[in-house]
């Protein structure tokens, strides 16, 4: 048997990747709906409440008052990201409890390559699950230039390669499916509500001054900004480097800490 | 083509100060059955993830039908079968997608991996089962599954940790008999063990104690006509 990986190869071991992925995805109905469920309610209730109290002047890239409805739909599309790439990450912790971890990376193939094939089969999950709330969304009012929707796919893509490698650099250092919680209360709340999904810099300007340097420096808000900036067809270069400059240092991260030879993996009595 | 499916050379191996393996040595010739016997906590597991590369060996050389697992990991990788101790099939999907996935794991295409699905589901003798849900088969077939996709890709030995822990008995003699007529159609296997019914005289034989190899060699050679525990408990210094 020759042992030399032809590009067939790599591109059967990537689709197998993605498949598994998307049938994982299929077969769990209810994280279908949990997904689509979480943005549309704080669309619906959280958006509608805001919309009376909170006073939006113009901000590029709009052009005009927008509802606060409109505002808030690219930061609620960078929220089901920033889920899906943590649910990624929960389920690559619960491989590696299971057992099913160990099947992945006992292929021929370089880690990065797996790696990379699971974070880029669970960015088309979740940019099927952002095109289908911008869909209910539109029925809201929220209504980008139609050209909008295709030139957010880019952006789509970057902000969730980037939230994915975070994920997956996270999943590196949980030890125990329990201690996942503490993901959620000390980097998807903070990372989230310390951004420009809900309010613009400058409404965080007035209240701290603090807050806002740490809303500027967060990469979510980036990502946030490029998906905005993308639905109206306009690129944002700031928020485009930040987001890729972070997608190079997690992705780059987390093959660290995975491969055999370095990184916690390595000093890991019990293995994957 | 070299003569050992896998040869292990004084392969150390640490968890801070923790010795779990001692300069372990050891081969497994080609075609045979070659147990790995030891109790729990002997280095098995540890042994097993250096081959599989879960771990990176950093002190002596392991080879995979040749292959330096070091420097060529994928050559190696591509010729070893795993079965791992804890349950690694998908359960919430079929055994047909399972085996689909690890084809594809190795490059694969679905079409060869059809083929090769009923081949091996028949070779396990699970042939009525590939649409099955993994949830749904019993361990016994759950482990007969996992021995199936170790094998999709046709490597050339198999490594099975402690692959009978949970079985009732009539499972156990089923995984171990199965194994048995697989080295006889040509592909190698190191069963790792701590139960000695496992084990017949023929077998290849390596004590593993404490993560220092204690004695290899023909399993009947190694006990001298002696019985296989009283062996084990002699070599172990437990006998007392």
């Known amino acids: 048997m020759s042992h030399a990986l032809t590009p067939r190869m790599w591109l059967t071991a990537f689709l197998g990747i993605a498949r598994r992925e998307t049938l994982r995805f299929v077969n769990q109905r209810g994280r279908f709906l949990a997904a689509l469920v979480r943005p549309l309610v704080w669309l619906f209730i959280f958006a509608a409440g805001f919309r009376a109290v909170l006073g939006l002047s113009i901000t590029p890239p709009y052009q005009t008052y927008v509802l606060y409805e409109v505002y808030v739909t690219p930061g609620l599309v960078a929220m089901i990201q920033l889920f899906n790439g943590m649910q990624s990450s929960l389920s690559m912790v619960y491989d590696r409890e299971t057992g099913a971890m160990r099947t992945l990376l006992v292929s021929p193939f370089p880690r990065w390559f797996l790696l990379g094939s699971k974070l880029v089969a669970g960015v088309i999950v979740s940019i099927i699950q952002v095109y289908t709330f911008l869909a209910i969304a539109w029925f809201w009012d929220v209504e980008p230039p139609p050209i909008g929707y295709l030139t957010v796919l880019p952006a789509l893509i970057l902000s969730g390669l980037m939230l994915g490698a975070m994920g997956l650099f996270l999943s590196s250092a949980i030890r125990q499916l329990e201690n996942f919680a503490g993901v959620m209360n000390f980097v998807i709340f903070p990372m989230f509500f310390a951004s420009t999904a809900l309010y613009p810099l400058w409404r965080m300007r007035e209240s701290s001054t603090l807050l806002h340097e740490i809303c500027a420096i967060n990469p979510f808000t980036h990502a946030v900004e490029l998906i905005r900036f993308a639905l109206y067809g306009q690129f944002d270069l700031l928020s485009f480097l930040v987001v890729t400059g972070c997608l190079i240092l997690f992705f780059g991260a987390a093959v660290f800490m995975y491969d055999p030879a370095k990184g916690l993996w390595a000093r890991r009595k019990g293995g994957a | ?240």
Not at chain 2, 100 to 123: C, P, S, W
């Open chain 2, 1 to 240: 083509m070299p003569q050992d499916a896998l040869s292990i050379q004084n392969v150390s191996h640490n968890f801070g100060a923790f010795h779990a393996l001692k300069n372990v040595s050891l081969t497994v010739p080609r075609g045979s059955f070659t147990a790995l016997l030891g109790v729990n906590g002997a280095g098995k597991t540890t042994l097993f993830s250096l081959i599989t590369r879960l771990y990176d060996n950093t002190s002596g050389r392991i080879e995979v039908a040749g292959h330096d697992l070091r420097r060529e990991p994928g050559a190696a990788l591509a010729r070893l079968g795993v079965v791992f101790q804890s349950r690694s099939l998908d359960a919430d999907l079929t055994v047909a997608q399972n085996l689909d996935y690890h084809a594809a794991l190795h490059g694969i295409t679905r079409r060869e991996t059809r083929d090769r699905a009923t081949e091996v589901m028949a070779l396990v003798g699970l042939s009525d089962k590939l649409g099955v849900r993994v949830s749904a088969l019993s361990g016994g077939q759950q482990r007969r599954a996992e021995i199936a996709r170790a094998l999709i890709h046709r490597p050339e030995i198999l490594l099975l940790d402690e692959a009978t822990v949970g079985l009732d008995v009539k499972s156990r003699a089923e995984v171990v008999a199965l194994t048995r007529n697989l080295t006889r159609q040509g592909v190698s296997a190191l069963w790792a063990t701590h139960i000695m019914d496992e084990i017949r005289p023929e077998d290849g034989l390596v004590i593993l104690h404490k993560g220092q190899v204690l004695a290899s060699g023909r399993t009947d050679e190694v006990t001298k006509g002696d019985d296989l525990t009283r062996t084990f408990l002699r070599l172990t210094g437990e006998d007392a």
